[in-house]
């Protein structure tokens, strides 16, 4: 190799220029000379201080790294009136989790007619909200797909600050507030999925 194609220290194009003119260049501006695309013809060389690029780099790849960073949803499963040794096991999986930075989805799947009973799956809900109200918030209230009920519980970063009084009270309220809603829809939605039971039976 004995021509590059030369790129100043300040972006602009030098032009094709010999390797030690280049070596030179770089020594007067007391700066490093790096081959930035060797598969070129001739080979391109940049004059840049190597070691802030190096830095700016990492700097950029750790910042896209934590963009990219997803947090993960783990899951726990009942069914409505789980006994509460099951139940006592299930809430401790989703402390630790919490406790690890996770966020849990509770999830109470129904059977047969169990779903024109909402209510004790509501119930449920809200004894697990209250028990982990401690070191988390429900971000996703209460929400009937199919025949499961739902609801996502996400690590309280504050948790520790302040009383959770008022973190109990508003889970409370909030699950109260789905009620409802929740038992129109399946009044609504029963006579239908009725007679798909009785055919499955």
Same mark, same amino acid.
């Given at each position: 190799?004995?021509?590059?194609?030369?790129?100043?220290?300040?972006?602009?194009? !030098?032009?094709?220029?010999?390797?030690?003119?280049?070596?030179?260049?770089?020594?007067? *501006?007391?700066?490093?000379?790096?081959?930035?695309?060797?598969? *070129?013809? +001739?080979p391109?060389?940049?004059?840049?201080?190597?070691?802030?690029?190096?830095?700016?780099?990492?700097?950029?790849?750790?910042?896209?790294?934590?963009?990219?960073?997803?947090?993960?949803?783990?899951?726990?499963?009942?069914?409505?009136?789980?006994?509460?040794?099951?139940?006592?096991?299930?809430?401790?999986? *989703?402390?630790?989790?919490?406790?690890?930075?996770?966020?849990?989805? !509770?999830?109470?799947?129904?059977?047969?007619?169990?779903?024109?009973?909402?209510?004790?799956?509501?119930?449920?809900?809200?004894?697990?909200a209250?028990?982990?109200?401690?070191?988390?918030?429900?971000?996703?209230? +209460?929400?009937?797909?199919?025949r499961?009920m739902?609801?996502?519980?996400? +690590?309280?970063?504050?948790?520790?600050?302040?009383?959770?009084?008022?973190? !109990?009270?508003?889970?409370?309220?909030?699950?109260?507030?789905? *009620?409802?809603?929740?038992?129109?829809?399946?009044?609504?939605?029963?006579?239908?999925?009725?007679?798909?039971?009785?055919?499955?039976?």
């Amino acid at each position: 190799m004995k021509e590059v194609r030369l790129i100043g220290a300040d972006g602009e194009n !030098v032009g094709v220029v010999s390797v030690q003119k280049a070596i030179e260049m770089a020594q007067q *501006a007391e700066l490093d000379l790096v081959e930035v695309a060797p598969g *070129a013809n +001739p080979p391109v060389c940049r004059i840049m201080n190597f070691g802030k690029f190096l830095y700016e780099r990492t700097k950029k790849e750790r910042e896209a790294r934590k963009a990219q960073t997803k947090i993960e949803i783990k899951e726990i499963r009942l069914r409505p009136k789980t006994n509460e040794h099951h139940r006592g096991f299930k809430t401790r999986d *989703a402390r630790r989790w919490l406790e690890e930075g996770m966020k849990v989805k !509770v999830t109470i799947r129904f059977r047969g007619r169990e779903i024109t009973y909402p209510e004790i799956a509501l119930e449920d809900l809200r004894e697990i909200a209250q028990e982990l109200s401690d070191i988390g918030i429900v971000e996703q209230k +209460p929400d009937l797909e199919g025949r499961n009920m739902s609801m996502v519980i996400a +690590p309280n970063r504050s948790a520790g600050k302040k009383p959770k009084t008022s973190a !109990v009270t508003s889970t409370q309220s909030g699950i109260d507030d789905v *009620a409802v809603s929740i038992e129109d829809s399946i009044e609504d939605d029963f006579d239908d999925d009725d007679d798909e039971e009785e055919v499955e039976e």
